[in-house]
């Protein structure tokens, strides 16, 4: 299995209040991303970065930002947190290998419930 | 915009019975697909990729998906399912620059 944890696992929150969740990756690859899964609309990608301080949006990234400081960290964070917000979060990783589409290696999740 | 569709949301079948998944997509050039599963409150697991060569893949868990660029599809197959197979099951392209888009997801359930 790919080394990729994320932190917390689960969390309650309140509408208002801020969020930060972390992705950790021990594999040293290129690129992490960010999906939300709900219901229906399968996985949907938030934002994603394609090396250290590089990131870019993604389908469904208002109310998120980003921020990569090390190869090994991305962290995805609501600034201020609304019930449409509630979600089982998703980071992945992938390495470049120059050419097309990679595969991308998928974290265990973050369960977010936004009261 | 690339997309696509898979058109079952729950299929149920029999233990030991063959299975077909259908997966649909919209891309404009040579694409990349993979089949992914995630078992009740677990990450996703690659099953299977398909990115050029022959276009019947086969993967892990005894699963084999079959690309037909004619039809646009890109089918996950078994020909006899255990218990242990009821998951759900997300198809997803390549969309360029690393990125993928997902299809919807279909639930499989197993009866024993």
Known sequence: DA???QSPRHKVTETGTPVT???HQTENHRYMYWYR???GHGLRLIHYSYGVKDTDKGEVSDGYSVSRSKTEDFLLTLESATSSQTSVYFCAISESSGGGTDTQYFGPGTRLTVL | AQSVTQPDIHITVSEGASLELRCNYSYGATPYLF???QSPGQGLQLLLKYFS???L????KGFEAEFKR???SFNLRKPSVHWSDAAEYFC???QGAQKLVFGQGTRLTINP
Do not use: H
């Not at chain 2, 893949?57 to 892990?60: E, P, Y």
């Open chain 2, 35 to 37: 089949w992914y599963v």
């Open chain 1, 21 to 23: 969740l972390r992705c």
């Open chain 1, 37 to 39: 899964q709900d219901p």
């Open chain 1, 3 to 5: 080394g990729i944890t």
């Open chain 2, 57 to 60: 893949v086969q993967g892990i």
């Open chain 2, 70 to 72: 004619s039809q646009s």
């Open chain 2, 53 to 55: 060569g022959d276009t």
């Open chain 2, 92 to 94: 997803a392209v390549g």
